[in-house]
T-cell receptor, first 115, second 113 residues
Framework: NAGVTQTPKFRILKIGQSMTLQCTQD?????MYWYRQDPGMGLKLIYY???????DKGEVPNGYNVSRSTTEDFPLRLELAAPSQTSVYFC??????????????FGDGTRLSIL | AQSVTQPDIHITVSEGASLELRCNYS??????LFWYVQSPGQGLQLLLK??????LVQGIKGFEAEFKRSQSSFNLRKPSVHWSDAAEYFC???????????FGKGTRLSVIA
């Protein structure tokens, strides 16, 4: 079982460059999430999606964009990379949090450095 | 909106000693509560969850947690810690509806011989 797969695992960008972090899940989960994790700050929600074609902003959406054209994929786009976006990014999915016992399944993360 | 606090940033315990990690939440009704563990370089793995019913829940790897409504707490415990338990632990709170989980800032556990 692949679960949630994120690519790449590591990336270094220059300021102003753009890139897309890929996330795909094979569990047919409706809900998908992007978090960033900074030391001592825990996980902060960037964007989430409740199904194909529907996305919503989380706590820290500025500087990011997402799309959800299929159930499986939820890419995160950085248009103009800034040093403040240096972080570890986690993608997660869940079937339906309204159904009480649906924990989130996490990918292994993408470590991104902006120099 | 719900929120969660993990008061301890870093805890060090000796191998074989007992462990308790604290988690306090804020939510008007009965929340959904989770504990996750993150090993270095890895994503988060679910240890256990509470939704309703028995307030003492058992999880994987010998962990348990107790929901105490009067104290708004969901502390994680393990009777005997192993070196492999060294990791970062996150408490999370959820609520009915579409709202995503809210995570605490984490507690880093170190295990010494």
């Amino acid at each position: 079982n692949a679960g949630v797969t994120q690519t790449p695992k590591f990336r270094i960008l220059k300021i102003g460059q753009s890139m897309t972090l890929q996330c795909t899940q094979d569990m047919n989960h409706n809900y998908m999430y992007w978090y960033r994790q900074d030391p001592g700050m825990g996980l902060k929600l960037i964007y989430y999606s409740v199904g194909a074609g529907i996305t919503d902003k989380g706590e820290v959406p500025n500087g990011y964009n997402v799309s959800r054209s299929t159930t499986e994929d939820f890419p995160l786009r950085l248009e103009l990379a800034a040093p403040s976006q240096t972080s570890v990014y986690f993608c997660a999915s869940s079937k339906d949090p309204r159904n009480s016992n649906q924990p989130q399944h996490f990918g292994d993360g993408t470590r991104l450095s902006i120099l | 909106a719900q929120s969660v606090t993990q008061p301890d940033i870093h805890i060090t315990v000796s191998e074989g000693a007992s462990l308790e990690l604290r988690c306090n939440y804020s939510y008007g009704a009965t929340p959904y509560l989770f504990w996750y563990v993150q090993s270095p370089g890895q994503g988060l793995q679910l240890l256990l969850k509470y939704f309703s019913g028995d307030t003492l829940v058992q999880g994987i790897k010998g962990f348990e947690a107790e929901f105490k409504r009067s104290q708004s707490s969901f502390n994680l415990r393990k009777p005997s810690v192993h070196w492999s338990d060294a990791a970062e632990y996150f408490c999370a709170v959820g609520a009915p509806g579409n709202t995503p989980l809210v995570f605490g800032k984490g507690t880093r556990l170190s295990v010494i011989a």
